[in-house]
């Protein structure tokens, strides 16, 4: 559905965007991450056609953003980080506005009701935008994204500035919306992209750096080799015990508590280690209550991504 190949950004000496390439199969919900200036925002720019590269393509359900912009805009939905409201617009005027821009074709009526009903704007549909909260602009503004049925939703900090209830209510939106609809989501809110996304694209100083699973990047981050292990006994005797096994790379305490002490560890990809570990531990008569691979948080993939030099 989306395909962006080396995709090159250059403004003078300063390269914004370093030979991109990544797509998005229809019907996924992809986050996008990165710190700032990563790149995040200019890539969605030059998707959605308001702004143009140095080199590369984008490519829209098969249309070239640049060579066919009428065709791919008709299948893109964009919301900006700020959404771009007239306040001084009831909302039915503003999506009717939306409406003629988009030339879209649907019965006008039936299409915004179904919209409305979606976005959980109906019952404000008579206000001015000047006088709703900050939570259903939020809504309005994902309304017009669903103007003409795009299948394609470009969402870019969709929950920035709402409170808790806000952002759940977005969240769950969003999901329903990924059910009809290929989306991309960018987010600062890393727990946000992990609860709704089934990929998350990384970038950092231009540069693509990865593109998978937030499991597959746990496990490419761990290769397997490292272990949560909390077992019965002084921290001190668990830990002397952990060293001596020849398998074990690297030992560190965790935390103590109740006559128990959890520590990581690290093994050799030896297949024996955690049968090693097992009768260790067994032989100094220090039970083993807990063992499991350490999984790492989206928050330390990220960290691991945009700290490499």
């Known amino acids: 559905m989306i395909k962006v ?141 669903l103007v003409g049925n795009p299948p394609v939703l470009i969402l870019d900090e969709p929950t920035v500035g709402l409170d808790p209830k806000q952002i759940i209510e977005v969240r769950s939106l969003i999901k329903k919306l990924g059910k009809k609809h290929t989306v991309i989501l960018s987010s600062h809110i890393l727990s946000e992209v992990q609860a709704i996304c089934d990929r998350i694209i990384v970038l950092n100083n231009g540069r693509l750096v990865a593109d998978s699973t937030s499991q597959s990047l746990s496990d490419k981050l761990t290769d397997g080799n490292s272990l949560i292990i909390r077992a019965v006994g002084k921290a001190g005797d668990i830990q002397a015990a952990l060293n001596a096994v020849k398998t074990v790379k690297r030992c560190e305490k965790l935390s103590e508590k109740d006559g128990s002490a959890e520590f990581s560890v690290t093994i050799s990809s030896a297949g024996s280690a955690r049968q090693d570990i097992f009768y260790a531990m067994a032989a100094k008569k220090l039970p083993i209550i807990e063992m499991r691979q350490r999984e790492y948080s989206l928050e330390d993939i990220f960290l691991s991504l945009v700290d490499r030099k």
């Not at 986050?31 to 308001?50: D, Q, R, S, V």
């Not at 919301?79 to 999506?95: G, I, K, R």
């Open 5 to 145: 190949q080396n995709l090159t950004k250059k403004y003078g000496a300063n390269i914004a965007l370093d030979d991109v390439s990544f797509s998005v199969k229809s019907g996924e919900i992809a986050g996008f991450l990165g710190p700032n200036g990563a790149g995040k925002t200019t890539t969605m720019n030059i998707m959605t056609g308001y702004l143009s590269s140095t080199s590369g393509t984008v490519t829209i359900d098969g249309y070239d953003i640049l060579d066919q912009p009428t065709e791919a805009k008709k299948k893109i939905g964009y919301l900006p980080e700020v959404p771009p409201l007239y306040p001084d617009m009831t909302v039915d005027e503003y999506l009717g506005f939306i409406y003629e821009l988009k030339r879209a074709t649907q019965k006008m009526e039936a299409h915004f009701n179904e919209i409305c009903e979606l976005t959980g704007i109906a019952a404000v549909r008579g206000r001015l935008i000047k006088n709703l909260s900050k939570g259903y602009r939020q809504r309005v503004g994902i309304a017009q994204t």
